[in-house]
């Protein structure tokens, strides 16, 4: 009978929920969704100096954003303390472990004296075989491992391939330490055997690791799971991941104005190639994802291509879909809640309106929202530097014409506000785009937006003549002339 495939995301509450932790988490969901097996969730919490409530709060919250679900209850490794003990007392009692004495003060010795002699097995093993009742006073033992002086600890890692240690190199490795606590080598190997997990897919950084517990799993008698250690993620220069090239928390991203499907696909793709495809719905990832297809190079973090895909699904994303994306994003980013109070009804209407230009320029959703400014800016809308250089006096004379040509239109489409823009260009021998390009900064403060017919459109006829109207009173206000003459047809309404 074949075994149901039982992996498991074990994540340690002493920060946020990292990338490279994100993308562990991912390959065990894809691996267990991909065989009607489950992905469970274990909080290794052991650490309470450094376990925090808010660290586990992010690691869900961010597992739960990227869409990444487990299944039961998420299980924490520090309620599970006393069965950790019940085990490393049962291995006590078959003589698979050992107390031992040896003070701080001697086994600094030891390692000191490994170290000179180029040993990597740095205690010596002198309570192997002693009795208690040869104990010191007072101090209180550790429980040891009885691991197997010589010989070899072997793994068949579906990633790594065959990995081997001389056992002649392996301490005999603490199990509980001498308040009674359980080490986490205990701890993983006895919660991951009490949970039934079948495949540890992990990070390379835990191969050492593997060892150790392998040499748990066969002191109890227990059958291994499969180990599949992936290599971890770098810098697109080659060096460890750090805060500069991405190594920031799953929060970030989504403060960053990231969808959750293209950091999925991202991840997906960072280690793992299927052929050629670069972009995966989620059903496919979960039909292709194997682990013989992960390589054993680190991946290359590529922030620029993180990027590009996001732009990918913000385009193929429904608008509704986005505006929906949009207020979910806005408790998130420093200026959400002010947005949040004007997102009304005509608001999240002319969102939608606009959507279509908007999503084909940005590539986050920040970017999104900030390119969609101009729709819910107050006037007088702030002009940014390069769009005010556009507004010259001649511009603004050449505004108040255009208003009046404007303001005739009705109906008030994209349509026809294009073609009494065209016609009032044509009638004073402009071209279209130096009649666009100061409207556009008049309309939205900068030198790029969508269409600028669109955007005449999404905004309305009242608040386009109002736009134009604020510009044209700054000239009058001013009352600077020309700074080099123009053409009476250019700048008159006649």
């Known amino acids: 009978m074949t075994k149901t495939v039982v992996t498991r995301f074990a994540p340690s509450p002493t920060g946020f929920l990292h990338i490279g932790g994100a993308r562990t988490a991912l390959f065990n969901w894809l691996y267990a969704r991909g065989r009607g097996g489950k992905m469970l969730l274990r909080i290794e919490d052991t650490d309470r100096e450094r376990s925090t409530q808010a660290a586990i709060d992010a690691i869900l919250d961010g597992l739960s954003w990227l869409g990444i679900d487990w299944d039961g209850d998420a299980i924490y490794q520090f309620s599970r303390a006393a069965r950790h003990r019940e085990v490393a ?254 997102l009304d009804a005509p608001l999240r209407d002319k969102l939608l309106a606009a959507m279509p230009g908007l999503k084909e320029r940005a590539k986050t959703l920040i970017e999104l929202i900030d390119q969609a400014r101009y729709l819910y800016a107050e006037r007088p809308l702030p002009v940014e530097e390069k769009a005010q250089a556009l507004l010259t006096a001649e511009a603004r004379a050449m505004l108040r014409g255009l208003a009046g040509a404007l303001a005739e239109v009705d109906p008030w489409t994209a349509a026809t506000t294009e073609a009494a823009i065209r016609s009032f260009a044509e009638s004073r021998a402009l071209k279209l785009g130096a009649v666009a390009q100061p409207l556009r900064a008049a309309l939205t403060g900068r030198t790029t937006s969508p269409g600028i017919f669109d955007v005449l459109a999404v905004l309305g006829k009242p608040e386009c003549l109002a736009r134009i109207g604020d510009q044209a009173e700054a000239a009058a206000a001013v009352g600077a002339a020309p700074s080099r003459p123009a053409p009476a047809d250019t700048i008159s309404g006649r």
């Open 89 to 342: 007392e049962g291995l006590l009692a078959s003589g698979g472990a050992y107390l031992c004495y040896a003070s701080q003060a001697e086994l600094d010795e030891m390692r000191e004296k490994a170290r000179q002699e180029g040993r990597t097995r740095l205690y010596n093993g002198g309570w192997r075989d002693r009795h208690s009742s040869e104990a010191p006073e007072g101090v209180a033992p550790v429980v040891r491992l009885k691991s197997p002086l010589t010989g070899e600890t072997v793994i068949d890692d579906q990633v790594q391939g065959r990995v081997a240690w001389q056992n002649e190199h392996l301490d005999d490795l603490v199990l509980l330490r001498s308040d009674g606590t359980p080490t986490y080598m205990l701890a993983v190997v006895v919660d991951d055997h009490d949970m039934g997990v079948t495949h540890i897919i992990r990070g390379d950084d835990h191969l050492t690791n593997a060892a150790r517990q392998k040499q748990i799993y066969d002191a109890l008698g227990w059958e291994a799971p499969i180990m599949a250690h992936i290599p971890l993620i770098h810098g697109p220069d080659g060096s460890k991941l750090s805060k500069r090239h991405g190594a920031l928390g799953v929060d970030a991203y989504r403060a960053m104005g990231f969808l959750p499907p293209a950091v999925r696909n991202y991840l997906v793709r960072l280690g793992w190639s299927h052929g050629d495809q670069e972009i995966f719905s989620t059903e496919e990832m979960i039909a292709a994802f194997d682990l013989p297809q992960i390589g054993r190079s680190p991946a290359r973090f590529d922030f620029a291509k993180l990027e590009s895909l996001n732009g990918h699904y913000l385009r193929a994303a429904s608008d509704r879909e986005l505006l929906a994306d949009i207020e979910g994003l806005l408790p998130y980013i420093a200026n959400g809640p002010e947005l949040a109070a004007k």
